[in-house]
């Protein structure tokens, strides 16, 4: 069994196969920004130390990444979406861009 670690809080918990980040975060009370939990609003973007450890990303995943400005080379993700491979340790930061607020705003801004 592999272990999820989130910092900066330091939980550290069993990866499940296929739960997504943002419902085992939920599930341990472990703190985490989000917001549609469906892919649209980007405030839960993370970032993961081993690609791995979650299953490929789905190209809705990937177009919002894109829009978001950020990698799509795996090492950033979106903790309603990813889901855990269970396949190896790794480290994934919930304090990745603080400053997302919400890729809608964008939509409206010009
Ligand atoms: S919570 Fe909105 S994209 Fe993940």
């Not at 939990?37 to 990444?65: F, K, N, Q, W, Y």
């Not at 795996?74 to 990745?96: E, I, N, P």
């Amino acid at each position: 069994m592999s272990v999820i670690k989130f910092i900066p809080s330091n939980h550290v918990i069993d990866a499940i196969v296929d739960m997504k980040l943002l419902v085992a975060a939920r599930k341990n009370k472990i703190p985490i920004r989000f917001g549609c939990a469906a892919c649209s609003c980007g405030i839960c973007v993370i970032t993961v130390s081993e690609p791995s450890a979650l299953r490929p990303m789905t190209a809705d995943e990937e177009a919002l990444l894109r829009k978001l400005q950020v990698s799509v080379a795996g090492d950033v993700r979106l903790a309603c979406q990813a889901r855990m491979t269970g396949a190896v340790d790794a480290t994934v930061d919930l304090s990745f861009l603080p400053d997302v607020v919400s890729n809608n705003d964008d939509d409206n801004a010009h």
